[in-house]
């Protein structure tokens, strides 16, 4: 993976415009909010092999705050956010935020096929 560099990935992210994409959204603060204090309140979200055709993506934010990317569908937004590194493999986009600790915080994948169960 390397680090994001919105000029590289934003024309990555374009080729899925318009099309039928699974996506792979997966976020946590889980167990590590646990570990700050007692009172931290895990949170997650996880969903994979959904399919969508959005109409345009965007990219945000900066390397210190970690980006977002939001994926405009017809009827509203898939919105991921705290994003700082990148795979294309050709098969896939893997774009993963990982925190300082080099644990995975988010994630958004998109293919063209679906996703390992």
Do not use: C
């Amino acid at each position: 993976m390397q680090p994001i560099i919105k000029e590289e990935l934003q024309p990555l992210l374009q080729r899925y415009e318009g099309q039928d994409v699974y996506i792979h959204v997966e976020t946590t603060n889980g167990m590590y909010a646990s570990h700050f204090n007692e009172i931290g309140l895990n949170t997650g979200t996880f969903l994979r092999n959904i399919v969508i055709r959005f109409e345009h993506a965007n990219i945000m934010g900066d390397s210190k705050e970690g980006y977002r990317i939001g994926l405009k569908l017809a009827q509203g937004w898939v919105y991921v956010q705290g994003l700082t590194h990148y795979l294309d493999d050709q098969e896939m986009l893997i774009i993963h935020g990982i925190n300082a600790q080099g644990q995975l915080a988010s994630s958004l994948q998109l293919s063209m096929t679906p996703f390992n169960e």
